[in-house]
Nanobody, 124 residues
Framework: VQLQASGGGSVQAGDSLRLSCEAS????????MAWFRQAPGKEREFVAA????????DYDDSVKGRFTISRDNAKNTVYLQMNRLMPEDAAVYFC??????????????????WGQGTLVTVSS
């Protein structure tokens, strides 16, 4: 599976962005899809995940209520809608795909497929 992430940019605090992640395979709905992020000098961290059928979602507490993960199976694309962005949301955002069980969704090392990353900067 090849993943192509896009949609990053420079915004001000309080603004919104929508990230997209297009998958190369029509069977991408066999995969858990997730977003991770990595800020300068920090480790990669889990942001959000969406189950294969789209019925389950999981968010890190830091983004809960502000970010929404969704998928459009017709377009083989997963989205991360980010609202009320804060300076601490600034990072490179990566989409990832996994065929592991849902219980492993927060661990990055369970995701064998990664997009190239898209940069989000948020000024205060």
């Amino acid at each position: 599976v090849q993943l192509q992430a896009s949609g990053g940019g420079s915004v001000q605090a309080g603004d919104s962005l929508r990230l997209s992640c297009e998958a190369s395979t029509r069977t991408y709905n066999n995969y858990i899809m997730a977003w991770f992020r990595q800020a300068p000098g920090k480790e990669r961290e889990f942001v959000a995940a969406l189950s294969r059928n789209g019925g389950s979602r999981d968010y890190d507490d830091s983004v809960k209520g502000r970010f929404t993960i969704s998928r459009d199976n017709a377009k083989n694309t997963v989205y991360l809608q980010m609202n009320r962005l804060m300076p601490e949301d600034a990072a490179v955002y990566f989409c990832a795909a996994s065929r592991a069980i849902w219980g492993t969704r927060r661990a990055g090392n369970n995701y064998p497929y990664w997009g190239q990353g898209t940069l989000v900067t948020v000024s205060s």
